[in-house]
C-alpha cells in the first residue's frame, strides 16, 4: 500500500487554530477565545522548553495531525524517566494515511534525544479506533485515568468525614461514651 508522504516539524504560532480546531474535544470547556489563548501559550511554552515539543503533521502541506511531547516521569511517584505523548490527533480526513504513525516516530526520537527508554500515551477509553492502533504499537494499559466534578465526589463521600477533620481514637470513643450517657438519661423508667 502505498503512503502519501508525511512530514514532521514543530508547530509554530500560525498553527494555533488549526491546533485548537483538531485539539477542541480535549481543551478546557469554554469561550473559544480563551481555547485559542490556552493552545497559544502550550505552542510558546513549548518552543521555549527543551523539554517539551509540539509536533505537527502534514500531508501535502496542510495540518493532519498533532501530538504534544514532554519528557517527564512516569508519574509524580514514580521517578523513572517516560516521554509523554499527549493527545496525538489525526483529522477524520487523514486517517489511515500514516499520520499517527509519523507521530508517534516523532515521539520516540524525542524519547531518543532525551535518553529516555519509555513512551507512555493516553487515548480516550472511547475512542476505539485511537486505543486500537496504540495497542497495535504495543502501548499496554498500565492505569485508568478518571476524572470527575469536586463537588461530585465530595457529594458521594460519607457525610460523617465530610463535616468533621480527623479525629483521634480517644475522642471518638468520648463521643460514642457521650452519646449513650444521652440515650441513658433520655429513658424513662417504667
Request: charged share 25%.
Amino acid at each position: 500500500m502505498s503512503r502519501t508522504p508525511v512530514t514532521v516539524r514543530k508547530a509554530e504560532p500560525y498553527d494555533v487554530a488549526t491546533l485548537r480546531e483538531l485539539w477542541s474535544d480535549i481543551l478546557r470547556k469554554g469561550a473559544r477565545d480563551d481555547q485559542l489563548a490556552d493552545v497559544a501559550r502550550i505552542v510558546e511554552t513549548a518552543s521555549e522548553r527543551a523539554d517539551q515539543c509540539v509536533a505537527v503533521a502534514e500531508v501535502d502541506g496542510e495540518v493532519a495531525g498533532a501530538v504534544y511531547l514532554e519528557a517527564t516521569t512516569f508519574t509524580p511517584l514514580n521517578l523513572e524517566p517516560a516521554v509523554l505523548a499527549v493527545s496525538p490527533h489525526v483529522f477524520p480526513q487523514f486517517r489511515r494515511k500514516g499520520v499517527g504513525s509519523a507521530l508517534m516516530e516523532v515521539a520516540c526520537r524525542f524519547a531518543e534525544q532525551h535518553g529516555i527508554q519509555h513512551v507512555q500515551t493516553a487515548a480516550a477509553s472511547e475512542a476505539r479506533d485511537a486505543n486500537r492502533f496504540m495497542a497495535r504499537l504495543s502501548f499496554a494499559p498500565q492505569a485508568t485515568l478518571r476524572a470527575a466534578a469536586t463537588s461530585s465526589v465530595r457529594s458521594r463521600l460519607p457525610q460523617a468525614r465530610q463535616a468533621t477533620p480527623a479525629a483521634s481514637s480517644r475522642q471518638r470513643i468520648d463521643r460514642v461514651l457521650a452519646a449513650r450517657r444521652t440515650r441513658r438519661e433520655r429513658v424513662v423508667p417504667g
